[in-house]
């Protein structure tokens, strides 16, 4: 009795592999929209970066401008012309 051939489908290069050609299941196949998660995840840590940057610079700011503030107040009062004193004025 003869077997029959196992019967080969011809190929076509220019469609995509159905699946991974290793066998292995991917995370990005396995559940449809990890990848928008993993968009949306990192667009939301770029956002508190950028957040938090802004905010330590306005910090940085407020800072500088207290000190250029104390120092002109101290200046005021440092570099003040001297009044000559009561005893001198009679």
């Known amino acids: 009795m003869m077997q029959r051939s196992a019967r080969v489908r011809p190929t076509d290069d220019n469609r995509p592999p159905s699946g991974p050609a290793n066998g292995n299941v991917t995370l990005l196949s396995r559940y449809p929209y990890t990848r928008a998660l993993l968009t ?7 956002l508190v970066v950028l957040s938090g940057a ?25 570099w003040r012309p001297a009044r000559p004193s009561v005893a001198w004025r009679i």
């Open 40 to 46: 949306a995840g990192f667009s939301g840590v770029v």
């Open 54 to 78: 802004c905010l330590v610079a306005l910090a940085a700011v407020g800072v500088l401008a207290a000190v250029v503030g104390g120092f002109v107040l101290v200046r005021r009062q440092i």
